[in-house]
């Protein structure tokens, strides 16, 4: 079972820039969720989809990020404008319902912000 | 917010001796869970425990809840050079809409 992906698997931006970081989540899984994780830390979690619908986004900086999930399969997490504080992994999860099931992560993408 | 706190922070051991980690969390949870990762990538399930559960195991791995003291510890049996690496306890807390809480991590180094 092919597992999940995502790309790039590293960007450099200057602040101010924007970027946008792709998602492919294990066939079939209806939940996808994208965290980020600052250096030493754990991952926060910050917006979790169910199929193509919101289910949380409350920790999601709404005036610089924002995210879609077209179709309830692939999905885009964007940043505009860039600031040195999300210098971090982006890292993508899928599992097969929500409830607080085993998430299956992708390999993250790493983004400096210079 | 930070729900689960690990402890220690980082662990150095020689290989085949045990490591133990512990969690601590706030609020109720429906269930805990032990993830791994490795320098570099993306994290890794390794275990599940509900609330109603106070043990588990999987391979070389024990996990054992308690919800009285809202703590879990993960222990690693005979450690190999392959088990280091970061470990993260998650919880699913109740009245959420089933996303998981990361707790700071542990780093264990597995010596050879």
């Given at each position: 079972?092919?597992?999940?992906?995502?790309?790039?698997?590293?960007?450099?931006?200057?602040?101010?820039q924007s970027v946008?970081?792709?998602?492919?989540?294990?066939?079939?899984h209806?939940?996808?969720y994208?965290?980020?994780?600052?250096?030493?830390?754990?991952?926060?979690?910050?917006?979790?989809f169910?199929?193509?619908?919101?289910?949380?986004?409350?920790?999601?900086p709404?005036?610089?990020?924002?995210a879609?999930?077209?179709?309830?399969?692939?999905?885009?997490?964007?940043?505009?404008?860039?600031?040195?504080?999300?210098?971090?992994?982006?890292l993508?999860?899928?599992?097969?319902?929500?409830?607080?099931?085993?998430?299956?992560?992708?390999?993250?993408?790493?983004?400096?912000v210079? | 917010?930070?729900?689960?706190?690990?402890?220690p922070?980082?662990?150095?051991?020689?290989?085949?001796?045990?490591?133990?980690m512990?969690?601590?969390?706030?609020?109720?949870i429906?269930?805990?869970?032990?993830?791994?990762?490795?320098?570099?990538?993306g994290?890794v399930?390794?275990?599940?425990?509900?609330?109603?559960?106070?043990?588990?195991?999987?391979?070389?791995?024990?996990?054992?809840?308690?919800?009285?003291?809202?703590?879990?510890?993960?222990?690693i049996?005979?450690?190999?050079?392959?088990?280091?690496a970061?470990?993260?306890?998650?919880?699913?807390?109740?009245?959420?809409?089933?996303?998981?809480?990361?707790?700071?991590?542990?780093?264990?180094?597995?010596k050879?």
């Amino acid at each position: 079972e092919a597992g999940v992906a995502q790309s790039p698997r590293y960007k450099i931006i200057e602040k101010r820039q924007s970027v946008a970081f792709w998602c492919n989540p294990i066939s079939g899984h209806a939940t996808l969720y994208w965290y980020q994780q600052i250096l030493g830390q754990g991952p926060k979690l910050l917006i979790q989809f169910q199929n193509n619908g919101v289910v949380d986004d409350s920790q999601l900086p709404k005036d610089r990020f924002s995210a879609e999930r077209l179709k309830g399969v692939d999905s885009t997490l964007k940043i505009q404008p860039a600031k040195l504080e999300d210098s971090a992994v982006y890292l993508c999860a899928s599992s097969l319902v929500g409830g607080g099931n085993e998430q299956y992560f992708g390999p993250g993408t790493r983004l400096t912000v210079t | 917010s930070q729900q689960g706190e690990e402890d220690p922070q980082a662990l150095s051991i020689q290989e085949g001796e045990n490591a133990t980690m512990n969690c601590s969390y706030k609020t109720s949870i429906n269930n805990l869970q032990w993830y791994r990762q490795n320098s570099g990538r993306g994290l890794v399930h390794l275990i599940l425990i509900r609330s109603n559960e106070r043990e588990k195991h999987s391979g070389r791995l024990r996990v054992t809840l308690d919800t009285s003291k809202k703590s879990s510890s993960l222990l690693i049996t005979a450690s190999r050079a392959a088990d280091t690496a970061s470990y993260f306890c998650a919880t699913n807390t109740r009245g959420s809409q089933g996303n998981l809480i990361f707790g700071k991590g542990t780093k264990l180094s597995v010596k050879p």
